[in-house]
């Protein structure tokens, strides 16, 4: 009986050197993209959180001027009072 021979498989086991540099040339700054976007994503979470308080300030402040003043609009700018507020807004 003969030997049966050793097919030898003569398919690449890696792209060139070249091939690989284009590729990391075009995947590097998308990796570099992503991470910059999750750094963004992440400031937007804590400036959201930052927000939120600020707002619970506001309200406390608010609440406390309405005790005082009425139901009123106060001009930032300057503290000018207007009286002229309807009941149910």
Not at 42 to 70: C, D, F, P, W
Not at 77 to 84: A, K, L, P, R
């Amino acid at each position: 009986m003969a030997k049966k021979e050793k097919v030898v498989d003569l398919k690449p086991t890696s792209i060139t050197e070249d091939e690989l540099k284009s590729i990391q040339e075009v995947v590097g700054p998308i990796n570099n993209a992503q991470m910059e976007i999750g750094r963004m994503e992440t400031r937007k979470h804590m400036m959201n959180h930052e927000v939120s308080a600020l707002q619970g300030k506001l309200a406390e402040l608010q609440k406390s001027l309405e005790e005082i003043y009425g139901k009123v609009n106060i001009n930032i700018q300057n503290g000018e009072i207007n009286y002229d507020v309807k009941a149910d807004s």
